[in-house]
């Protein structure tokens, strides 16, 4: 550490966040704008780039470069990293009450430096400030992602940071070991700026990983969802399907399935176009998630086939539910869409029902024939009405 002066360590902090900068910039021209808080963090990288510079030329530029915009910048850039944060997290911003902030904290160091130049009281309040804006990035992204581990890795890196930063802060109100500016030779000056070029990279890892994670779960629900419903595509649905009828075998637990069909669907799309069919099976999907238990799992199995999964559910429960669901969308539809009804097999596992593929069968069948009685009504498969346990 004694080999490395202040200035040095300023413009290696400088040089991180110009690499972490330009790492960010690409981030994001290539992720979806539905990953927030990229451009926040770009600015606050910028930031902080641009307060090292001006750092780093003290006693070679003016003061109002090397101490009042530079300190304004450093904490701008600590608030941009804030709004990012809340922006990722889908949380409003908070532009006016950090704007206020940052003119009051430009006021007070535009006073200790022309009026009373006081290198430690500047000092103070710039510390203080930071860690306050470090210990709020902690909380927040530990109440938001704090269960992942990019969120667990981002929330340590800002509380240490915030902790060596109030310290830094404490020394100073305590005339600790106190330089007389920025680029004092004192062991605890050097410290403090080393701490802060390794944050810089530290956070923005941070910040990349959460973006990762996001962009992997958005991407992993493209993957098993149908785009127009949300609903679970076929193939992830089945695959859901068959790990809970292997659990249920094992468990000996009831397990049902709800296979829904939209009556006379074709002539809603002739009469009405495809564009209010799509309304027509969003609105289904809406109308029948809300109905659905929370444990239950719904699917697009066809056009406009649908399948529902009901665990822990047994024959006489899963009848109950079809017959809600079957009253409740013959009730009404949204305005402006046209009514409809559908049509719901049940089916349930066991009585010779070993695997996924058998309860789909059923309850297809069960399907055929609500449909063959005239629609609008709730059949239950067959092989469900036979008294056998489910085999272990």
């Not at 305005?335 to 069968?361: E, F, H, K, Q, R």
Request: aromatic letters at 10%; glycine letters at 8%; proline letters at 3%.
């Amino acid at each position: 550490m004694s080999e490395l002066d202040p200035r040095s360590l300023i413009f290696v902090a400088g040089l991180l966040g110009l690499l972490c900068l330009v790492i960010l910039f690409m981030m994001r021209r290539s992720f979806p704008p539905t990953i927030g808080g990229l451009v926040q963090w770009s600015r606050g990288l910028f930031g902080m780039v641009l307060a090292s510079a001006l750092f780093g030329l003290t006693g070679v530029i003016p003061e109002i470069f090397s101490v009042i915009v530079a300190n304004t910048m450093l904490v701008a850039g600590n608030m941009s990293f804030y709004a990012g944060f809340r922006h990722f997290a889908g949380l409003p911003a908070r532009d006016r009450l950090m704007a206020a902030v940052l003119v009051l904290l430009t006021s007070y160091i535009a006073w200790y430096t022309y009026i009373d130049n006081n290198y430690p009281a500047r000092a103070i309040a710039i510390t203080l400030t930071n860690s306050i804006l470090f210990y709020a990035c902690t909380l927040l992204v530990a109440r938001t992602t704090g269960n992942t581990m990019a969120g667990r890795f981002t929330s340590l890196v800002f509380a240490a940071i915030g902790t060596v930063t109030l310290a830094r802060g404490l020394m100073l109100a305590f005339h600790f070991d106190t330089p007389t500016d920025v680029l004092g030779e004192t062991f605890t000056q050097k410290a403090y700026l080393a701490a802060l070029a390794f944050s810089v990279l530290a956070i923005t890892l941070g910040a990349m990983m959460l973006a990762n994670e996001r962009l992997r779960a958005a991407l992993e629900f493209m993957v098993s969802h149908d785009q127009l419903t949300n609903a679970f595509s076929r193939t992830a649905f089945i695959e859901l399907l068959d790990k809970e009828v292997a659990r249920s075998r094992r468990n000996s637990r009831p397990i049902a399935l709800l296979m829904f069909d939209l009556d006379n669907f074709k002539s809603i799309n002739d009469r009405f176009g495809h564009v209010t069919g799509d309304k027509v099976i969003i609105d289904f999907v809406q109308r029948t998630r809300e109905m659905l238990r929370n444990i239950d799992s719904i699917g697009r199995y066809g056009g406009e086939e649908f399948v529902a999964l009901l665990p822990e559910t047994s024959l006489g429960e899963a009848r109950a539910i079809a017959d809600r669901v079957c009253k409740g969308i013959a009730e009404g539809s949204a305005v402006n869409l046209p009514a409809y009804t559908v049509s719901i097999g049940v089916a349930c596992a066991g009585n010779g029902v070993t695997d996924a593929d058998m309860l789909l069968s059923h309850a297809d069948q069960a399907l055929y024939r609500a449909k063959a009685n005239g629609r609008n009504r709730v059949e239950v498969a067959e092989e469900a009405m036979r008294p056998v346990a489910i085999q272990a």
